[in-house]
């Protein structure tokens, strides 16, 4: 069983609970859910929706349906599973951007 943790800036604040909050309780559930397959079995392709993202440390957990969710994962130090980024992706392809994101908040973790 792995232990999943959130993504915490230095001032305390958690994007990803921000945008769990922010959620309906029907996507909520869903997205919890996933987070349950991904404690049970970890980060592997394994699991349907879930692919490693290529050049990256990063696995991204696709939730399909009208919002089209993108959770940004990578195993922590400890081998545990971090969740860096979550967000409504609106393309075809992950934007750059929200990679750079979850980059960015990879390294803070590592200075920690």
Same mark, same amino acid.
């Given at each position: 069983?792995?232990?999943?943790?959130?993504?915490?800036?230095?001032?305390?604040?958690?994007?990803?609970?921000?945008? /769990?909050? &922010?959620?309906? +309780?029907? $996507?909520?559930?869903? #997205?919890?859910?996933? !987070?349950?397959?991904? %404690?049970?079995? @970890? /980060?592997? &392709?394994?699991? +349907?929706? $879930?692919?490693?993202? #290529?050049?990256?440390? !990063?696995?991204?957990? %696709?939730?399909? @349906?009208?919002?089209?969710?993108?959770?940004?994962?990578?195993?922590?130090?400890?081998?545990?599973?971090?969740?860096?980024?979550?967000?409504?992706?609106?393309?075809?392809?992950?934007?750059?951007?929200?990679?750079?994101?979850?980059?960015?908040?990879?390294?803070?973790?590592?200075?920690?």
């Amino acid at each position: 069983m792995y232990k999943i943790s959130f993504f915490t800036h230095p001032n305390n604040i958690s994007p990803i609970q921000e945008f /769990l909050d &922010s959620c309906q +309780p029907k $996507l909520r559930t869903k #997205i919890l859910r996933q !987070f349950k397959y991904i %404690r049970e079995f @970890g /980060l592997t &392709s394994a699991i +349907p929706n $879930l692919k490693k993202i #290529i050049k990256t440390h !990063f696995w991204e957990l %696709r939730i399909l @349906g009208k919002d089209n969710i993108r959770i940004i994962c990578v195993t922590a130090k400890n081998a545990d599973i971090m969740v860096l980024h979550i967000f409504r992706k609106k393309t075809q392809k992950t934007p750059i951007k929200e990679i750079n994101i979850a980059n960015n908040r990879y390294k803070i973790t590592l200075d920690n």
